[in-house]
């Protein structure tokens, strides 16, 4: 089954990062969606609770039913993002025989920008991507990522890994750094592309040409697992 034969998709996301389910509503739902458009448009440390209440013209209080704080509300983006890829990921991979096929089909995926899908209308994924670029390790570059981990707030994160991490496995029992190499692939994409676009001298990929992130992590991982 391709992503593009599936119905309207509705990603479920931990209870324990958010007071009140933002699906369970119109205003919920407009939070979550305004909240990627003002994140994407002001970067994470600008954006707040009042200026989301005046984007979509409803109190503070209101938003606050919803999610303890910005912090919280910046997991359950990122939350949905790593749910989603872990779904496409399964998706996608489903039903090769081949886990070297498999693998450089993961590596596209976990290395490409999220282009909008027509079953996700709830979310803009182009700002959405741009967000997990820039403000991805604000989430657990924390004082509290600890307790945060012990409550379960980055499973997502570690599923869509160590998925992927299998692959490796499957094709190189013996390499001993399998959750390692594609977190690693997983965050220098982000990087490169920041690079790529904000300080190129880091970088010998070109904006025009980002696509040889793809290529150039493909590269590695390849000649890691050999």
Not at 42 to 71: M, P, V, W
Not at 84 to 107: C, D, F, G, H, V
Not at 191 to 207: G, M, N, V, W
């Amino acid at each position: 089954m391709k992503i593009e034969d599936t119905p309207n998709i509705l990603i479920k996301i931990d209870e324990k990062i958010f007071t009140k389910d933002p699906t369970s509503s119109e205003l919920g739902r407009n939070i979550v969606l305004h909240s990627i458009g003002l994140i994407d448009e002001l970067g994470f440390e600008a954006f707040t609770f009042k200026k989301l209440a005046d984007k979509i013209q409803c109190t503070e209080a209101s938003i606050y039913r919803y999610f303890e704080n910005k912090h919280k509300l910046l997991i359950y983006h990122l939350t949905w993002y790593w749910t989603w890829m872990e779904y496409r990921l399964t998706l996608s991979t489903a039903n090769i025989k081949s886990p070297e096929q498999r693998l450089k089909i993961a590596l596209q995926l976990l290395t490409s920008p999220l282009e909008q899908e027509p079953h996700v209308p709830q979310v803009d994924e182009a700002a959405l991507y741009r967000i997990v670029i820039v403000e991805s390790q604000k989430v657990y570059l924390t004082k509290t990522v600890d307790e945060e981990n012990k409550q379960g707030l980055f499973l997502s994160y570690k599923k869509l890994c160590k998925k992927a991490a299998s692959i490796v496995s499957e094709i190189n029992p013996d390499y001993r750094y399998p959750t390692a190499l594609i977190s690693t692939v997983i965050e220098t994409s982000y990087d490169q592309r920041y690079f790529a676009r904000h300080l190129p001298s880091l970088t010998e990929i070109p904006k025009e040409q980002e696509e040889g992130i793809t290529e150039y992590l493909t590269e590695l991982v390849l000649k890691a697992i050999k």
